[in-house]
């Protein structure tokens, strides 16, 4: 079993960058796919990013293809998702989820979700 804790939200001005961070503990947390969600107010919650287990391999949604940047450090049990060039449009609640067998697209794939970290992003 995985447990992820997101941090690293808050709020900047479009164009800006934050460094979002997601510690998924657990024994065996480095054989999980790791991904990234987000929810506006209002609207459904929408895939951002993932990465393999290994690190080696990473997937983005095309809204934040170019500007987003998912890594992992396994020794740390942690994953991070570098936010550049941030628009309105990027405001939401992120979301850390965990799956260790698809590592899709779709957040039913993942068994383990964090709380969440909020980031705003203004005009």
């Known amino acids: 079993q995985v447990l992820p804790v997101e941090s690293g939200g808050g709020l900047v001005q479009a164009g800006g960058s934050l460094r979002l961070v997601c510690v998924a503990s657990?024994?065996?947390?480095?054989?999980?796919?790791l991904a990234w969600f987000r929810q506006a107010p209002g609207k459904e919650r929408e895939f951002v990013g993932r990465i393999t287990p290994s690190g080696d391999s990473t997937f983005y949604a095309d809204s934040v293809k170019g500007r987003f940047t998912l890594s992992r450090e396994d020794a740390k049990n942690t994953a991070y998702l570098q936010m550049n060039s941030l628009k309105p449009g990027d405001t939401g609640i992120y979301f850390c989820a965990a799956d260790a067998i698809y590592g899709g697209a779709s957040a039913h794939h993942y068994d383990y979700w964090g709380q969440g970290t909020q980031v705003t992003v203004s005009s």
């Open positions: 657990g024994r065996t947390s480095n054989i999980y796919y």
